[in-house]
């Protein structure tokens, strides 16, 4: 195996490349200076020093602090360091960015992410995500099925910040890119085992086989799972004063080992495999061919029931569901509704006084923070809508990347990739709400670019062509007994199209040896379908059925200019200004064919300034960026039954206004003496409506953002010391501060509001490099801290309020050889 080609093998183009993005990684260096020449005396390989982060997020091998953009790197190492399980777990540490897993509603498997304030927090296809995901240069499409497992990273690059210039497809907030480790031909590899708190297990190793001079393969696979946070319980092994038999549910009849626990929220196992061949055929020549499988069957998310009520009236904003109160009183919101109907005379609730309609609501309420009665399923219509929800994904690429000259390189990837998914909503004791999802999904690209050097070093060029094509399938079920006014059942089998092609270019100019001029532009052209198909004949109202067809056609010009400037071989400062757009979304969720709409595309503009600096003879690595993004034409929720010429009820999406974003990150790593690390990062998001494009129940100018909070703090200490030849043990300390996180834009929505909060993990790692051998363990949430990642108020709807718990205290241990 010609080693040179898989581990040096790509040609270092010398000079920065235009403008889309880097990474960032933060990692810091040397002594105090009273001791270091005595410590470079004694043993000068064990300097105290920052390493050099290479980062390719402009397609070039670049060192991170020369690039201009505010950019996140995180390798393997600090990966595993930091304890992350998923890409999710990521966001613990890195400025602006958040990222949760979607709440029973959206799915467990769908990675609502934000970066600087924007991202997307829905599954369907209507609308497309405002962060992009790239595993190997390969963009996936929906935010479903983009809870990536870290397994076998080299490195994951978070760039904030438009990057639709260079990036395969348009990404207003920013992108996340996960780089996979290369076959090396080395006939190296690891096994690792993982066990730790409810059951939990993983299993995963990796082997890089020397075929011959020109052939390396590189497999990894993964097993893990893990039991639920949440418990389930059966709501009349509890409650058996209230109803009758058939409140029991199906599959709920048997109460468990005698504490009515029947079953578990948050849970899952998971199967994975990836395998990578690569080619040399010639020094010139690179060729990787890349195949993966993941199986999961995941339990629905964690969700508890804070709160339920009667009323139609929401207590603390003063909104009334529906508008306005109906003839039959106050007390007629969802569950008021079904107890009186249904809930009496098919499962025999007393609800004959307004007293004991309050015991009963109040009986539906979670009894602890980690226990629910969610009932999951309606043996009176036949619906199965188990707790377990299914994913199954494959795919493939090929890249090829050549020299084809001194100064010039061209790479090729091809993907396919495909997946199939299905997930259930259900929330109460009782089958008010009741929702099945399943998700289909194929999607082709293929991406070509031209990267070269000309005029002696003086300018460096990115030429390229992107082409994406996806197909999505949507079959649904929706049984909502609660619906105001009545009930109602029906199927949904929706199918989107996207067909996207682009065209982008890049120069940076270099007059100086310090200064660097850079200029991009995208042409971007989209076209998608989206076929809305209902059938309201479980309803009985199969008069309403439709089949209906929307199109939009977006094509823009989005440019990216900045500028460079090296104050001193150890401090950059840059500027720059960027544009991009989502592509334009319809109207998700119609009720009829007159909801169908499509909506305009969302714009972004964006000014950001920043530096990048080693300072203290490398001793402290510190960057730090501001920024002032222009959102206009946000997609959000109506609910205003008279918009839309009545193509509104009860809701619907629309662009409901335009914002200002503001904010600021900090990110800064010190090594002051050999083994100690340092590290401390801030991030400042402030959110403000400038106008108002649609008039809805609660929106105003002082209007918060949801789901992403001004301040985001992080930290750790880790000391590495000797434990003998060869051998290290490492303590490591991570600190992630949250401020308040609203989850309603209305500001009297108090109890949307999760408070800000910490979470301390720590980690004990013993390493012996002769043995090949490292056993670690780690606690996260370490002082347990009661905290939620996504609030539902549905109290002047349906009747409850939900809200999904995020993890508990939790311990692991893990086993590794590497070899």
């Known amino acids: 195996m010609n080693k040179r080609g898989f581990e040096g093998s790509r040609r270092r183009l010398q000079h920065s490349a235009g403008l889309a993005a880097m990474a960032a990684m933060l990692s810091l260096a040397p002594l105090s200076a009273a001791s270091a020449q005595d410590a470079e005396d004694e043993q000068p390989d064990r300097r105290a020093e920052n390493a050099t982060i290479i980062v390719t997020a402009q397609f070039r091998e670049q060192v991170l602090q020369d690039v201009p953009i505010s950019i996140t790197a995180v390798d393997a190492e600090e990966l595993e ?125 990796a082997y890089d086989i020397g075929i011959n001079d020109m052939l390396a393969f590189r497999m990894v696979a993964s097993a893990k799972g893990q039991d639920g946070h949440v418990d389930r319980l059966n709501y009349r092994c509890v409650n058996p004063q209230f109803g009758n038999e058939l409140v029991a549910g199906p599959g709920m009849e048997a109460f468990g080992d005698g504490d009515c626990k029947i079953g578990t929220l948050g849970g899952g196992d998971s199967h994975s495999f990836r395998g990578t061949l690569g080619i040399e055929p010639s ?34 904003t003063g909104l009334i569901g529906g508008g306005s109160i109906p003839a039959g009183g106050e007390f007629t919101n969802g569950l008021a509704t079904w107890l009186r109907g249904l809930g009496t005379s098919y499962y025999g609730f007393d609800v004959s006084t307004q007293a004991q309609m309050d015991e009963v609501i109040a009986s539906f309420v979670s009894p602890d923070g980690y226990s629910t009665y969610a009932r999951y399923g309606n043996e009176r219509v036949g619906f199965s809508n188990p707790v377990e929800g299914e994913y199954e994904a494959f795919g493939g690429s090929m890249t090829v990347e050549a020299d084809l000259s001194d100064s010039m390189h061209v790479t090729s990837i091809t993907a396919y990739r495909e997946y199939e998914g299905d997930f259930g909503q259900s929330l109460l004791a009782v089958p008010v709400e009741e929702v099945r999802n399943g998700l289909s999904h194929r999607q082709f690209s293929q991406e070509l670019r031209l990267l070269g050097t000309a005029f002696d070093g003086l300018v460096d060029y990115t030429l390229g062509g992107y082409y994406l094509d996806t197909r999505t399938l949507n079959p649904a079920r929706v049984q909502t007994e609660g619906f105001i006014p009545s009930a109602l059942d029906f199927f949904s089998d929706d199918t989107a199209t996207l067909e996207s092609y682009a065209f982008f270019g890049a120069v940076d100019l270099h007059p100086t040896d310090r200064l660097t001029l850079s200029a991009g532009l995208r042409y971007s052209n989209e076209t998608k379908t989206y076929t809305f198909d209902r059938d309201y004949t479980p309803s009985g109202l199969g008069f309403l059925n439709f089949v209906a067809k929307g199109e939009n056609k977006d094509d823009r010009f989005n440019p990216r200019v900045s500028i460079n400037y090296e104050v001193t071989p150890e401090v950059n400062v840059y500027a720059s200004y960027s544009t991009g757009f989502t592509a334009s979304a319809f109207n998700a969720r119609p009720f009829g064919a007159s909801g169908i709409f499509a909506l305009e595309p969302e714009e972004v503009t964006a000014y950001e300034a920043g530096f990048k600096s080693n300072l203290f003879g490398n001793m402290l690595r510190l960057n730090a960026s501001a920024f002032l993004t222009e959102f206009d034409a946000i997609v959000g929720t109506l609910s205003d039954p008279t918009a839309r010429n009545g193509g509104c009820f009860p809701f619907c999406n629309d662009n409901i206004g335009n ?57 750790a200490v880790q000391y590495d010391f000797e434990a003998g030849k060869n ?93």
């Not at 499988?293 to 339920?308: G, P, Q, R, W």
């Not at 400042?684 to 001004?710: C, E, H, I």
């Not at 790692?765 to 609030?791: C, H, P, Q, W």
Request: proline share 4%; hydrophobic share 35%.
């Open 81 to 205: 360091q930091r304890s992350v399980r998923t890409l999710v777990d990521v966001a613990d540490s890195v400025p602006n960015v958040e990222m949760t897993t979607g709440g029973s509603g959206y799915g467990a498997g769908t990675n609502q992410a934000f970066i600087r304030g924007l991202g997307q927090i829905d599954f369907l296809t209507t609308f497309e995500p405002r962060v992009g995901f790239y595993v190997d240069d390969v963009y996936y499409a929906t935010t479903y099925g983009s809870v990536f497992d870290v397994l076998d990273l080299e490195r994951i690059e978070v760039l904030r910040g438009p990057q639709g210039t260079l990036f395969g497809r348009n990404s207003v907030g920013g992108a996340m890119r996960l780089i996979s480790k290369k076959p090396s031909g080395d006939n190296s590899g690891y096994l690792e085992v993982t066990g730790g708190s409810r059951s939990r297990y993983q299993l995963r190793g």
């Open 283 to 316: 020094p010139a020549v690179k060729i990787y061919i890349s195949g993966d499988y993941t199986k999961e069957v995941s339990e629905a998310s964690a969700e508890v029931i804070l709160d339920a009520q009667a009323s139609r009236i929401n207590p603390e």
């Open 659 to 715: 914002a200002e974003i503001k904010g600021f990150e900090v990110e800064a790593v010190a090594r002051p003496a050999y083994g100690l690390m340092l590290s401390a990062n801030a991030g400042y998001t402030d959110f403000q409506y400038k106008k108002l494009l649609a008039a809805t129940q609660g929106l105003t100018l002082d209007s918060p953002q949801t789901r992403v909070p001004k301040w985001n703090l992080s930290g």
């Open 727 to 819: 051998s290290l043990i490492s303590p490591r300390v991570d600190v992630s501060y949250r401020s308040d996180i609203r989850y309603s834009n209305n500001v009297l929505a108090t109890s949307s509001v999760q408070k800000g909060y910490a979470l301390v993990n720590a980690r004990l790692t013993y390493r012996n490099e002769d043995l090949g051998f490292s056993i670690s363990g780690a606690v996260t949430n370490l002082f347990d801290k009661y905290y939620l990642t996504t609030i539902t108020d549905q109290r002047e709807s349906f009747g409850f309020l939900s809200a999904t718990v995020g993890r508990p205290r939790e311990w692991s241990i893990t086993l590794r050889k590497d070899f």
